[in-house]
């Protein structure tokens, strides 16, 4: 179990990486036109500069990832953005290549998330905090 959520993490970790690094330096391709539904996605949270933010967010937690430290914490915040990732693909384009990659990501983003459950326990605990 040990050298899988070490395996896991680290792919996590990479594809993160690599995610954020693409976006900041911009090296997507250029010569390829989205659909109409991501130009109006992009276009609507490229107002507020989400996706810096977003971006910004997975390079810090994919660093987290790699070193193995605050995993855990990473783990947390970067599940609304992977659950993001799952819906938009769903949404888009199901049944390509990229859906089942996302889909992917949200497994082991799961299992990691089982893995280090026990980090999460004080989370639930029904203590008064005075």
């Known amino acids: 179990m040990k050298t899988?959520?070490?395996?896991a993490r680290v792919l996590m970790g990479l594809m993160f990486l690599q995610a954020s690094?693409?976006?900041?330096?911009?090296?997507?391709?250029?010569?390829?036109?989205?659909?109409k539904e991501v130009m109006t996605y992009m276009a609507g949270i490229s107002i507020?500069?989400?996706?810096?933010?977003?971006?910004?967010?997975?390079l810090i937690c994919a660093l987290s990832f790699l070193a193995g430290r605050y995993v855990a914490?990473?783990?947390?915040?970067?599940?609304?953005?992977t659950f993001n990732i799952v819906l938009l693909h769903t949404v888009l384009e199901a049944?390509?290549?990229?859906f089942f990659i996302a889909v992917a990501l949200l497994a082991v983003h799961l299992f990691l998330l089982y893995a280090y459950r026990k980090?999460?326990?004080?989370?639930?605990?029904?203590?008064?905090i005075e």
Do not use: C, N
């Open 95 to 98: 049944g390509s290549p990229a």
């Open 119 to 128: 980090h999460y326990t004080a989370l639930f605990t029904a203590k008064r």
């Open 73 to 81: 914490l990473s783990a947390v915040v970067l599940f609304p953005i």
């Open 21 to 35: 690094v693409v976006y900041f330096m911009d090296w997507y391709p250029k010569d390829q036109v989205p659909p």
């Open 4 to 7: 899988a959520v070490i395996v």
């Open 48 to 58: 507020v500069h989400l996706m810096t933010i977003v971006k910004a967010i997975e």
